[in-house]
């Protein structure tokens, strides 16, 4: 994995991006001869074009992000990027004609748009055939060796088979006497040389999936194996690189403290963060106020009570603050007290089923980033009467407010959502991968994705 803006992307993803990147210019560039070419004038030097073909195909490569081209579903089916390509590039288009009409100037594609829009989802596609296939192939993964044989290397196993891993296990080292849950691991005795062995075995990778470390660790073998150039890494930070997340069974205070992370070096980021958030939460506003009217009358036609409800959540620091929404569930919603939302919840009003699925409901909340409570990016805010019992049953549950809460946030877009300690657990461990990684680069990756997530209506509830 290529680790960027303290983010890691597989190396697969980044290529096929790039070549995805090259494969829209050349669309382009092929639509505006066979244009050209009909209506009869010159093509014109390719190097006076490029500057706008780098434009516009970098607008469609927002697109694909943001609907989930690169994400695992895409990566597993081929039907599913295929879907996704089609959404991508006619919103990438679209873009480009809403771009062109507000910047009227010596542009091509307006009049090639067609051309470039059908050449693009047959390269791309193409490109997943042919390439995707090829990068996802075990030759071109990491290999990693695993320094263990119970239920952490099982994990790093069954990690290891989905379609996009990054990496292939070439082998297992039982380190210890005790019983193993992957029997192909060989022993640590049968093995003269561990350094030597790496070496054979072409790993550019050694992970540490030790169940026990006490007396455990070949400290010697490991400093040879890392001075010979081979990466070493512990199964913690390998699974948050893997998974981008935090791993709660396995994490402990040490690594948090010792890991990179936490950075205090974050005042021109938080400086940014800021700004971004007045200007953006201000245009929001202004821009959707006819649909929040619109939406609140029909609120209130629907059903009895208030168009908006005020709810008490905790914010940055454990501080409580109150946020406002549209109402989307029944006034008598808590008579039996607090409890998480369900599917299909009963509780919820004809028009509050299609504003949660399209998250209308969440737009007043843009009052409360603009006030500065709460960012666009960060942690849902929970309510305090979830988040006393949250902090008693999950580890390290009050980190995730040493960062502000936000609208949405990376485990909104990765996590479906749930409504179960074991639901709040997962999302706890991507909401620490947050806090710990955060960079507005990040932010900008779960600002694009989130149009996936209201698209697909991901998460909704």
């Known amino acids: 994995m290529i680790r960027l803006f303290k983010h890691y992307i597989p190396h697969a993803v980044l290529l096929l991006g790039l070549f995805d990147l090259v494969l829209l210019v050349a669309a382009g560039e092929l639509a505006w001869k066979l244009r050209a070419s009909q209506i009869g004038i010159d093509v014109g030097a390719f190097a006076d074009r490029f ?14 992000i943001s609907v989930g081209v690169y994400g695992a579903d895409s990566l597993r089916s081929m039907r599913f990027a295929a879907a996704r390509l089609l959404v991508a590039v006619s919103l990438g288009v679209i873009a480009l004609a809403f771009i062109d009409f507000l910047i009227p100037g010596e542009t091509f594609w307006r009049s090639t748009l067609a051309y470039a829009m059908g050449l693009s989802v047959v390269f791309l596609v193409a490109n997943r055939l042919i390439v995707g296939g090829i990068l996802g192939a075990s030759a071109f993964r990491r290999r990693v060796l695993v320094l263990g044989s119970g239920q952490r290397a099982q994990r790093l196993r069954q990690l290891s088979l989905r379609p996009e891993s990054g990496f292939v296990i070439v082998g297992y080292i039982a380190m210890s006497d005790a019983a193993k849950v992957v029997e192909e691991a060989i022993a640590r005795s049968a093995i003269h040389d561990l350094n030597r062995f790496v070496e054979n075995l072409g790993a550019s990778e050694v992970v540490l999936a030790l169940e026990e470390r006490r007396n455990a660790l070949p400290l010697k073998d490991l400093l040879r194996i890392k001075t010979a150039g081979v990466h070493v890494n512990d199964f913690s930070s390998f699974m948050e690189r893997e998974t981008g997340r935090v791993d709660l069974d396995t994490v402990n205070p040490s690594w948090l403290i010792f890991s990179d992370g936490f950075s205090s070096g974050r005042a021109v980021s938080s400086v940014a963060k800021r700004l971004f958030d007045v200007l953006a939460s201000g245009l929001l506003l202004l821009a959707t106020f006819p649909l929040i009217l619109i939406f609140a009358l ?54 509050g089923k299609f504003i949660r ?45 040493m960062v502000k809460p936000g609208i949405t946030g990376w485990a909104q877009i990765n996590y479906p959502y749930g409504a179960s300690i074991a639901d709040s657990r997962n999302k706890l461990e991507y909401d620490l991968y947050y806090a710990k990684n955060y960079t507005p680069f990040l932010d900008l990756l779960i600002l694009l994705q989130t149009l996936r997530v209201v698209l697909w209506h991901e998460g909704a509830r």
């Not at 780098?54 to 694909?64: C, D, E, K, Q």
């Not at 946020?323 to 008598?332: E, G, H, Y």
């Open 357 to 401: 699925k399209v998250r209308i409901d969440e737009l007043p909340q843009a009052w409360s980033v603009l006030k500065g409570e709460m960012s666009f990016v960060g942690p849902r805010p929970e309510r305090p009467e979830f988040v006393e019992d949250l902090e008693d049953k999950l580890p390290y549950y009050a980190e995730r407010h």
């Open 51 to 64: 500057p706008a073909l780098l434009a516009a195909s970098g607008v469609v490569l927002v697109a694909m």
């Open 298 to 351: 029909l609120v209130k036609l629907d059903s009895k009570g208030p168009a908006f409800f005020s709810q008490t959540r905790v914010g940055l620091f454990g501080q409580p603050f109150d946020v406002v929404k549209l109402r989307s569930m029944r006034t008598d919603a808590e008579k039996d007290g607090a409890q998480f939302a369900q599917q299909d919840d009963p509780r919820v009003t004809r028009i």
